[in-house]
């Protein structure tokens, strides 16, 4: 068990709509990752923290913002909701050592109506 | 730019048989590592095995190996025995190199039905 916590694990809002999600770690590693998954795509990253207030672009970064004020959250937004941000999204951690294996969260299903 | 591509259609497999699961990457770099993750149909992703670059042996986990061609640019994923828990998608990814974050590439995935 990584440690890692999602929230909200489920939820639906209208396009145009702010939304936030979270990452919560228990284990105070030091890189984040918010992923997106869509069928047909893999898992695509769309923006990676490695310390607090260090954050950098994933592939697919438009349309989302991230914070990390502690360690050990890691926030999402999407400032105004698209319907092509309907996805299934996780957030993973990297606890280190050799081979930097991630460990992920248990994803948060969010749909744009 | 880095690529991981799994191109194989669904495959159904015998209880007990062994599986195979095709991976190829793209990469100029050479240190990286590569990694195989299982999806089971509850949606949390689990990780399964990895290879480094340099390594010279093929990983192993358990029933899980790691078939590393590097000159093929190959990382295929062998599960012998299966088990009908096996059934799942599984995804293939690469590292990217040091001073890269260890931000990982994930191809598109395999799916596996396993057939008592």
């Known amino acids: 068990d990584a440690g890692i916590t999602q929230s909200p694990r489920h939820k639906v809002t209208e396009t145009g709509t702010p939304v936030t999600l979270r990452c919560h770690q228990t284990e105070n590693h030091r890189y984040m990752y918010w992923y997106r998954q869509d069928p047909g795509h893999g898992l695509r990253l769309i923006h990676y923290?490695?310390?607090?207030?260090?954050?950098d672009k994933g592939e697919v970064s438009d349309g989302y913002s991230v914070s990390r004020s502690k360690t050990e959250d890691f926030l999402l937004t999407l400032e105004s909701a698209t319907s092509s941000q309907t996805s299934v999204y996780f957030c993973a951690i990297t606890p280190g050592g050799v081979t930097h294996e991630q460990y992920f969260g248990p994803g948060t299903r969010l749909t744009v109506t | 730019a880095q690529k991981i591509t799994q191109t194989q259609p669904g495959m159904f497999v015998q209880e007990k048989e062994a599986v195979t699961l095709d991976c190829t990457y793209d990469t100029s770099d050479q240190s990286y590592g590569l990694f195989w993750y299982k999806q089971p149909s509850s949606g949390e992703m689990i990780f399964l095995i990895y290879?480094?670059?340099?390594?010279?042996q093929n990983a192993t986990e358990g029933r899980y190996s790691l078939n590393f061609q590097k000159a093929r640019k190959s990382a295929n994923l062998v599960i012998s025995a299966s088990q009908l828990g096996d059934s799942a998608m599984y995804f293939c990814?690469?590292?990217?190199?040091?001073?890269?974050?260890?931000?990982?590439?994930f191809g598109k995935g395999n799916q596996v039905v396993v057939i008592p």
């Open positions: 990814a690469m590292r990217d190199p040091p001073g890269g974050n260890n931000r990982l590439a």
């Open positions: 923290s490695y310390g607090v207030k260090d954050t």
């Open positions: 290879q480094g670059s340099y390594d010279e």
